[in-house]
C-alpha cells in the first residue's frame, strides 16, 4: 500500500443508470486500497445508496443535473465525497424508522441512510440548498 | 416463481416492482424469488420486497427468498431480513416452505 495520499475524481449525469459505473470506479478504489470482497460490496452499497438519493431526492430524477465523487485513498483511510447541487435536506429530519415499521406502512424508502450509517465508519453531512450539498463518508482501513 | 438476473439497484427496481404487481394482479398470492443469479442488491431493490410483502400476507400468501449468495445475503441481514422474510437456501426448500405454510414476521 502505497504511503501518499491519492485522489479520484468522478463526474457523472444524475441518472440511476449511472449506479452502476459509480459502484465500478468505488470499488475499484477499494481494491487498490487492500479490501476484501466482502468490504467491497458494503463499500459499494453505501456509495450507491448517497448517490441514489441525490439522484431521486435531490435532483428529483432530473437527469441532466450532475453527481460529483471526490474519492481520497490515505494510508489510513478511504473518505468519500458526494457532492451535488439539488434542493437538499435537513439530516436531523430523517425519522429513521425500523423495517418492521415501513413493511407495515407499505413503504418502500428511507433505508438509505441508514445503510449508509452501519456500513462507514463516519457519515456526515453539509448542507446549502441549490448550491452545493456535500455528504462525506469515512471508512477505515485495516492494517 | 421469479428469478432474478443481475443487479436490482434504484435504476432496475422499478421494473422488479411491475412484475410483482402483475403478478398479483393476475391473481397470485404465493410467490418465490429465486437470487441465484443476482449480483448486487441495494435498499430500492429490498424496498420492493417490503412493499408487497404486507398485501400479500393479508391475502393469505406470501413471498419465500431462495438461493441468495453470500454477498447478497449480508445486505439483507444488515437490516434484519432474516427475521422479517423466509429466505431458503433452494427453490424446492422454498416449495416446502410453503407448503408447511405459516407467514414470518
Redesign the interface.
Known amino acids: 500500500m502505497a504511503d501518499y495520499e491519492r485522489r479520484f475524481l468522478l463526474h457523472v449525469p444524475s441518472?440511476?443508470?449511472n449506479?452502476?459505473l459509480i459502484?465500478d470506479f468505488v470499488g475499484n478504489i477499494g481494491r487498490q486500497a487492500g479490501m476484501v470482497?466482502?468490504e467491497l460490496?458494503?463499500l459499494?452499497?453505501a456509495v450507491?445508496?448517497a448517490c441514489?438519493n441525490v439522484?431521486?431526492h435531490a435532483y428529483g430524477l432530473d437527469k441532466t443535473q450532475e453527481v460529483i465523487m471526490r474519492v481520497t485513498l490515505d494510508v489510513d483511510c478511504l473518505k468519500i465525497q458526494v457532492i451535488d447541487t439539488g434542493k437538499g435536506f435537513d439530516p436531523a429530519q430523517i425519522e429513521q424508522k425500523d423495517?418492521?415499521k415501513?413493511?407495515?406502512e407499505?413503504?418502500?424508502?428511507g433505508?438509505?441512510l441508514?445503510?449508509m450509517k452501519?456500513?462507514m465508519d463516519e457519515v456526515q453531512y453539509q448542507m446549502k440548498p441549490g448550491e452545493r450539498n456535500e455528504l462525506t463518508m469515512i471508512k477505515k482501513l485495516k492494517k | 416463481m421469479l428469478a432474478l438476473d443481475g443487479f436490482l439497484d434504484a435504476h432496475t427496481a422499478p421494473q422488479f416492482e411491475e412484475t410483482i404487481q402483475s403478478e398479483i394482479s393476475a391473481g397470485r398470492r404465493n410467490l418465490i424469488i429465486d437470487c441465484g443469479k443476482l449480483t448486487y442488491i441495494s435498499s430500492a431493490g429490498l424496498g420492493v420486497f417490503m412493499s408487497f410483502i404486507e398485501e400479500l400476507r393479508e391475502a393469505g400468501g406470501d413471498i419465500k427468498i431462495c438461493s441468495v449468495a453470500p454477498k447478497v445475503l449480508q445486505v439483507f441481514e444488515i437490516l434484519g431480513f432474516q427475521s422479517l422474510f423466509d429466505i431458503v437456501d433452494t427453490l424446492p426448500e422454498a416449495v416446502a416452505k410453503f407448503q408447511e405454510g405459516g407467514q414470518k414476521g
Not at chain 1, 106 to 109: E, H, L, V, Y
Request: charged share 35%; proline share 0%; net charge negative.
Open positions: 441518472s440511476t443508470e449506479l452502476a459502484r470482497e466482502t460490496s458494503m459499494e452499497l450507491d445508496e441514489a439522484i431521486e423495517v418492521k415501513l413493511i407495515a407499505r413503504r418502500s424508502g433505508l438509505g441508514r445503510m452501519l456500513v
